[in-house]
């Protein structure tokens, strides 16, 4: 089967599935039918489902993927020792671990389309993730400042680290920034135990949970620099991941400094 005949096959189900979906109709052309696919998969709750739909879905994101250009972390220059700065998608990057900035479900975001990343790697990883995530979390939320490991099923990455940031809702406080500091160290501590030994971190807490960047960054950065200090010889890369010419710029100029 081609990427639309899985697309097809795979709204087909998800439409009947779901009363809600009912009556809506289905765009033509490929691209809009395959963002229509991605929305109703994020809306869609950590049900189970037959084993035969999610081998559809895997087949269609293992297409997808072996057509994107895959970031290999040995193609990274060093901005420092065993530390790198990549601007672009974490979700195609290859790498031990990537860490998913999620909200205390962990089960991904349910808006559809949605631009953060939580829904990027939930997305792309398929609805295994959330399937996991939910076995994990069995309905209780997590606290602020921890970590935990699932596999990354179709990324190309071997693991997802999932860790749930801080939200700024006014002046930026000293607990919101130790919160913070324990997102970082909570998710190395995880790759240290499981010998996960190169990670990518995005920008914790800067998107939707509104973390001011420029402090954000430098919490990020003394807080790895710390641990990568304390333990020499666990890591062989950590990555600093940025979606925004921005957020380059802060990293940018602490590691100058």
């Not at 895959?70 to 901005?79: A, F, R, S």
């Not at 940031?165 to 790759?191: F, H, M, Q, W």
């Not at 990518?200 to 620099?225: C, L, M, Q, W, Y």
């Amino acid at each position: 089967m081609d990427k639309e005949e899985l697309v097809d096959k795979l709204l087909d189900y998800f439409l009947n599935e779901d009363g809600r979906l009912k009556g809506y109709k289905v765009p033509d052309n490929y691209e809009d039918k395959r963002l229509f696919l991605r929305g109703v998969i994020n809306i869609r709750g950590p049900y189970e489902i037959s084993e035969d739909i999610l081998k559809l879905e895997d087949k269609l994101l293992q297409l997808e993927l072996k057509e994107k250009n895959i970031t290999d972390i040995n193609g990274l220059d060093l901005i420092e020792d065993k530390i790198s700065l990549y601007l672009g998608d974490i979700t195609i990057l290859r790498v031990d671990a990537i860490v998913n900035a999620c909200n205390s479900s962990l089960l991904g975001c349910f808006i559809p389309n949605h631009s953060c990343i939580d829904n990027a790697i939930h997305t792309y990883a398929g609805i295994r993730l959330r399937l996991a995530c939910n076995k994990i979390m069995q309905g209780k939320e997590e606290d602020v400042g921890k970590a935990r490991k699932t596999l990354a099923y179709n990324l190309p990455s071997k693991y997802v680290i999932h860790t749930v940031g801080p939200i700024v809702r006014g002046n930026l406080t000293d607990k919101e920034k130790n919160e913070l500091k324990n997102c970082y160290i909570s998710c190395l501590d995880l790759a240290r135990e499981n010998d996960i030994k190169t990670i990518a971190f995005p920008s914790v807490s800067t998107g939707v949970f509104n973390f001011p960047k420029d402090e954000a960054s430098k919490i990020a950065v003394s807080t790895v620099k710390e641990y990568l200090k304390k333990y020499p010889n666990v890591f062989e890369r950590v990555i600093f991941n940025v979606f925004t010419k921005e957020d380059l710029h802060y990293y940018e100029r602490l590691f100058r400094n």
